[in-house]
């Protein structure tokens, strides 16, 4: 039997304020449910353990000497939690009020569904996208050709972009802003696999779990608004590249090195082409010449990196 049925998860780096915020919004939603909070700080250095002990002396801490990434810092909590749901939420994510009952009483009464995700709002209350296609060789090929637009009415061109995220369905994963699983799925599947820093965790986790049978579903009646990029937003070349190595490490281990070169040749490709449209568009638009160019410049540094990195996190996977 579990001590509870809800046990919360955040993971906490150097985001103090908008964590004490997510954990005033999240105490008001789980009022009257059977829960426990999780705080595992990555070794912020910004006062967030001392804040979050004075104001929330009910949530259990798990303190990192280092920062682990998001999917160890995850599993590091679910090991020690007791609930039979686990509800990971990011710190920048601010459930609306009845949202996590939703997605509870939901999993309760779906019991072939492993994970559900909620409907994700901007802070301006519109959509955010939050359901996507498993990654692939072909995916990849249907991207950087532009053909995916171009067929998107067929099933298998299908990328869910121009769903409005306005009705139930299942779908191939839920990002990891905030997500339900069933602590049965931990057990049968395991945690998240840690050879991902950030990025390509859920969608790997969330693969795993298909392929022993579970199911994930996307529930818009539930909605949590999200800010995104909140730990990384002063550092995006190094999330760029933490989101290209763990692409590289998925596609290795789900698609082996001949998905993988087929993947970064699609890549090369289509940044290649971006390249030179971007480049087009900076000398004919001044207008756009700021945004042309810094697209030119992504599209080269991956067209680069995609021909010379060839250092796989995890290869003997």
Do not use: H, P
């Given at each position: 039997m579990n001590d509870c049925l809800l046990s919360v998860i955040i993971i906490n780096y150097?985001?103090?304020a908008m964590t004490l915020e997510c954990l005033h919004t999240l105490y008001a939603d789980i009022e009257g449910i059977s829960a426990e909070v999780w705080v595992?700080?990555?070794?912020?250095?910004?006062?967030?353990?001392?804040?979050?002990?004075?104001?929330?002396p009910a949530v259990k801490v798990i303190a990192n000497s280092e920062n682990r990434g998001f999917g160890a810092a995850n599993n590091q909590a679910m090991r020690e939690a007791?609930?039979?749901?686990?509800?990971l939420l990011n710190s920048d994510a601010f459930p609306k009020q009845g949202a996590i009952e939703q997605l509870v009483n939901y999993l309760q009464g779906q019991k072939q569904v492993g994970v559900v995700g909620p409907r994700l709002l901007n802070a301006d209350g519109s959509l955010q996208r939050s359901c996507y296609r498993l990654p692939s060789p072909f995916r990849a090929w249907m991207e950087n050709l532009w053909i995916s637009p171009l067929l998107h009415r067929q099933a298998f061109c299908d990328d869910y972009a121009r769903w409005t995220h306005d009705q139930e369905r299942e779908v191939e994963f839920?990002?990891?802003a905030c997500m339900l699983v069933r602590r049965e799925v931990f057990e049968q599947v395991g945690g998240?696999?840690?050879?991902?820093?950030?990025?390509?965790?859920?969608?790997?986790?969330?693969?795993?779990?298909q392929d022993t049978g579970w199911r994930v579903k996307f529930l818009p009646?539930?909605?949590?608004?999200h800010l995104g990029g909140a730990s990384g937003a002063k550092e995006k070349a190094k999330i760029n590249r933490y989101f290209f190595d763990s692409l590289d490490y998925y596609t290795r281990k789900h698609h082996g090195l001949l998905g993988l070169v087929s993947m970064r040749l699609a890549m090369l490709i289509?940044?290649?082409?971006?390249?030179?449209?971007?480049?087009?568009?900076?000398?004919?638009v001044p207008r756009r010449r700021a945004i042309a160019a810094s697209k030119a410049q992504l599209h080269s540094w991956l067209c680069v990196r995609q021909a010379t990195h060839w250092r796989i996190i995890g290869r003997e996977a």
């Open positions: 150097n985001t103090c595992v700080d990555n070794a912020s250095v910004d006062g967030s353990l001392g804040a979050i002990l004075s104001m929330f007791t609930g039979e749901f686990f509800l839920v990002i990891g998240f696999d840690e050879k991902f820093f950030m990025y390509a965790e859920e969608s790997d986790w969330q693969r795993r779990m009646a539930a909605e949590v608004t289509g940044c290649s082409l971006r390249t030179l449209l971007w480049s087009l568009v900076f000398v004919v």
